[in-house]
């Protein structure tokens, strides 16, 4: 079983940027695929970012290409979003996510992600 904690969440103006961490405790997950995901008031939990571990291979949705970047660090067993030029259209909850099946393709719904923390908000204001 593996636990996730994320952090990093707050308010910032548009333009600005937060940086979110996702530490993995109960096992090593440098096996896995890690992802962002995040769930706006009213909406559906949307892919962000994806990362293999193993590989160091990453996608992205289209709305944040070029502004985020997800990383991973194998000591620390956590996953980070750099999330630059921050939008009002950000705001949402923050939520990591493990794929413990990962055999080298990253996938985009939330129904493939056996692990989840409980999530960090993130505030754009305009």
């Known amino acids: 079983q593996v636990q996730l904690a994320e952090s990093g969440g707050g308010l910032v103006q548009a333009g600005g940027s937060l940086r979110l961490s996702c530490t993995a405790s109960?096992?090593?997950?440098?096996?896995?695929?890690m992802a962002w995901f995040r769930q706006a008031p009213g909406r559906e939990r949307d892919f962000v970012a994806a990362i293999g571990w193993s590989r160091g291979s990453t996608d992205y949705a289209d709305s944040v290409q070029g502004r985020f970047t997800i990383s991973r660090d194998t000591a620390a067993n956590a996953v980070y979003l750099q999330m630059n030029s921050l939008k009002p259209e950000d705001t949402a909850v923050y939520y990591c996510?493990?794929?413990?099946?990962?055999?080298?393709?990253?996938?985009?719904?939330?129904?493939?992600?056996?692990?989840w923390g409980q999530g960090t908000q993130v505030t754009v204001s305009s």
């Open positions: 109960g096992r090593p997950v440098s096996t896995y695929a």
């Open positions: 996510a493990a794929d413990r099946d990962y055999r080298g393709s990253l996938y985009y719904t939330r129904y493939d992600y056996d692990y």
